[in-house]
């Protein structure tokens, strides 16, 4: 059975990296694991860009736009949406999440979902370096991987290209 999948061997072009400034201690945290996981993949920094905008909320709009350049082999996205006792938590989150299905699909280059969602401050922080990974980290991964996977797609292996399975 013929199985597809990325691998995490260094990909060639350039990679968008989209950071919230809301919640700043945070995704300056992710942002520092996101490059540190491309770096230790052999990417090397002068092949990120990196975009901030306020909030986690104004992040698919920045990430569609960069994704519609062809400039960019991924687009990461990097935020912290905290519940804490506001209500914007869900519409931010929500909205975030959505709007950033939308990019990808629409635009057909990955861009990965960085952005924390949590209950508290401490749960963030947790998951931006200090006791349950890095989710910036993870992002880089998660990107090269992509790039694999679709690169992987595209050759002659593939059913339809006279070489594989009908
Ligand atoms: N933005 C975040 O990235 N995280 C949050 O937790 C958050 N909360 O809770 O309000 C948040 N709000 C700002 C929002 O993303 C926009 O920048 C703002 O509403 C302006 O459009």
């Given at each position: 059975?013929?199985?597809?999948?990325?691998?995490?061997?260094k990909?060639?072009?350039?990679?968008?990296?989209v950071?919230?400034?809301?919640?700043?201690?945070i995704?300056?945290?992710?942002?520092?694991?996101?490059?540190?996981g491309f770096?230790?993949?052999?990417?090397?920094?002068?092949?990120?860009?990196?975009?901030?905008?306020p909030?986690?909320?104004?992040?698919?709009?920045?990430?569609?736009?960069?994704?519609?350049?062809?400039r960019?082999?991924?687009v990461?996205?990097?935020?912290?949406?905290?519940?804490?006792?506001?209500?914007?938590?869900?519409?931010?989150?929500?909205?975030?999440?959505?709007?950033?299905m939308?990019?990808t699909v629409?635009?057909?280059?990955?861009?990965?979902?960085?952005?924390?969602?949590?209950?508290t401050?401490?749960?963030?922080?947790?998951?931006?370096?200090?006791?349950?990974?890095?989710?910036?980290?993870e992002s880089?991964?998660?990107?090269?991987?992509?790039v694999?996977?679709?690169?992987?797609?595209k050759?002659?292996?593939?059913?339809?290209?006279?070489f594989?399975?009908?």
């Amino acid at each position: 059975m013929p199985t597809f999948e990325g691998d995490f061997t260094k990909p060639d072009g350039r990679f968008a990296i989209v950071v919230a400034r809301f919640n700043g201690l945070i995704t300056e945290s992710l942002l520092a694991g996101c490059i540190d996981g491309f770096v230790r993949h052999g990417v090397n920094e002068a092949a990120l860009d990196t975009v901030r905008v306020p909030g986690s909320f104004e992040i698919p709009l920045v990430a569609r736009r960069l994704a519609e350049t062809g400039r960019y082999a991924a687009v990461i996205c990097l935020g912290a949406v905290i519940r804490g006792d506001t209500g914007h938590y869900d519409h931010v989150a929500g909205q975030a999440a959505a709007g950033l299905m939308n990019a990808t699909v629409n635009t057909g280059v990955p861009v990965i979902f960085g952005i924390l969602t949590t209950d508290t401050v401490e749960q963030a922080l947790n998951r931006a370096g200090i006791k349950a990974g890095n989710k910036g980290t993870e992002s880089a991964l998660a990107a090269i991987e992509m790039v694999n996977l679709l690169n992987a797609l595209k050759g002659p292996q593939l059913p339809g290209f006279g070489f594989g399975p009908a």
